[in-house]
Nanobody, 116 residues
Framework: QVQLVESGGGLVQPGGSLRLSCAAS????????MAWYRQAPGSQRELVAI???????NYPNSVRGRFTISRDNAKNTVYLQMNSLKPEDTAVYYC??????????WGQGTQVTVSS
């Protein structure tokens, strides 16, 4: 059974940084895409960053230039480095790992709060 364990959330002041991690275990299949989403109260879950098996990345305009996604294939782990954080970045952040189209799993979510 696939398990995703997230870590790294917390409270940070505006302008600060956080690094999220998500480690996948329980499958021998190679991981295709890895991604981070977030969901703020009263809002829909939105894509924050995605990285393919070949290392191609993509970001929405709201975080481009501030967030960086990376992966360590040997550890089946995806990271999200978040810099210059803003109060509007406050949300629960979820990792998503896809082994095949239509076969993906979600992490349990980690709270990120940006506040002074």
């Amino acid at each position: 059974q696939v398990q995703l364990v997230e870590s790294g959330g917390g409270l940070v002041q505006p302008g600060g940084s956080l690094r999220l991690s998500c480690a996948a275990s329980g499958s021998t299949r190679p991981i295709q895409t890895m991604a981070w989403y977030r969901q703020a109260p009263g809002s829909q879950r939105e894509l924050v960053a995605i990285i393919t098996s070949g290392g191609v990345t993509n970001y929405p305009n709201s975080v481009r230039g501030r967030f960086t996604i990376s992966r360590d294939n040997a550890k089946n782990t995806v990271y999200l480095q978040m810099n210059s954080l803003k109060p509007e970045d406050t949300a629960v952040y979820y990792c998503n790992v896809a082994y095949l189209p239509g076969l993906s799993y979600w992490g349990q979510g980690t709270q990120v709060t940006v506040s002074s």
